[in-house]
């Protein structure tokens, strides 16, 4: 399976405006995200849950993951600071270009970048406030 960058984006934006106590299973991550197939996002949602991004329960046997998707009910830190820095429109299209320059769709890489524009952001902003 392929690991979509636009598709990680979207169920990270869909997770973090749930409340309390709320979760979403397959059915409505789909709704919320028809962008993309039912696969796609529950592949996507493994990923992200096996790299820090939010936390969700998935069907398994023996530690085997079987598709299957039970619910995602929060967002991490880490997935808080990664949606943050590819939140502007904007920046998630530099992010996009960059790896695609690079080569690399990985989420690690589209964190570095996304650090990386927001680091090189920094000075000139500075600079305008303390105008």
């Known amino acids: 399976m392929k ?22 299973n397959i059915n409505r991550l789909s709704e919320k995200i028809p962008s993309f197939s039912a696969d796609d996002i529950e592949y996507t949602c493994l990923k992200l849950e096996e790299a820090g991004y939010i936390n969700a329960t998935f069907v398994s046997m023996a530690g085997a993951y079987l598709p299957g998707l039970k619910g ?31 080569g690399s769709f990985s989420l690690e890489t589209a964190a570095e970048i996304a650090r990386n524009l927001i680091t090189a952001a920094i000075p000139s902003v500075l600079q305008s406030v303390l105008k």
Request: proline share 2%.
């Open 3 to 24: 690991l979509y960058l636009d598709c990680v984006r979207e169920v990270l934006l869909a997770v973090e405006n749930l409340k309390m106590n709320e979760s979403l």
């Open 72 to 102: 995602v009910y929060d967002i991490t830190y880490n997935g808080h600071e990664f949606l943050n820095a590819i939140r502007e429109p904007t920046r998630w299209e530099q992010v996009k270009t960059s790896a695609a320059k690079i």
